[in-house]
């Protein structure tokens, strides 16, 4: 996945509480690099993506937004759950937000039969014998 680019970049797009936002964000990315290269990580379970999920979903929801109500609204709260973060843990609730986004919007995409079978039921994914 791409890396969050930086605040000169997104500057023109966000408004002052995103840029502010933006700022945690790029500082929770940089945590995660290092949490990721010290303790490799499940691909769906990986840090990095979890942070990048947020700055993405922000982004885009100010960006593409075209006058939409509910995208400005989920803008301003992905933006307010970023500032809400205590300072000490500020980055692991970053990345406990990133994850609990990953997650749904990867269960969002799943079929109901998928999500109702046991995953190593199937022959292709049991593990080697």
Known sequence: MTALPPLSEV????DENGQSAWGTLLEAEKTALALSANAPVPKHNDLVVAVRVIGFFILDFKQNNHGISFAERAYR???QQVHSAREQDRHKKVIELGSLLQNHLIRACMSR???SRNPFSSPL???LQ
């Open 125 to 127: 994914l049991s593990p």
């Open 11 to 14: 500057q023109r797009v966000l």
């Open 77 to 79: 709260k992905l933006v």
């Open 113 to 115: 039969v998928l999500l």
